[in-house]
Nanobody, 121 residues
């Protein structure tokens, strides 16, 4: 079964740090873009950071200078290092990736199950 599994959420005080990781597991023939999104209660899901397969990276303005996205292509893993966290960063964080599963010739978008990040003031 091809899936994305996230790790690393939790509770942290304002000003603290957390690192999220997301592993694409299963029989995968290729991985393209990978990224992180978040959804706070009552809000729409929004992009946090994206790491494109061509090496380009972009960040939401709200996290620039505080969050860092990286990936390990050998392990089909994407990371999100979050520093200087504030209560406004509280949300469920979702991993997204463009994968080519073994059972299809095309690329498909996959989502992780989400991991809660709570920042206390």
């Amino acid at each position: 079964q091809v899936q994305l599994v996230e790790y690393g959420g939790g509770l942290v005080q304002a000003g603290g740090s957390l690192t999220l990781s997301c592993v694409a597991s299963g029989t995968i023939l290729g991985v393209k873009d990978m990224g992180w999104y978040r959804q706070a209660p009552g809000n729409q899901r929004e992009v946090v950071a994206r790491h494109f397969s061509d090496g380009n990276i972009d960040y939401a303005d709200s996290v620039k200078g505080r969050f860092t996205i990286s990936r390990d292509n050998d392990k089909n893993t994407v990371f999100l290092q979050m520093d200087s966290l504030s209560p406004e960063d509280t949300a469920v964080y979702f991993c997204n990736a463009q994968l080519r599963p073994f059972y299809t010739s095309g690329w498909r978008s996959f989502w992780g199950q989400g991991t809660q990040v709570t920042v206390s003031s």
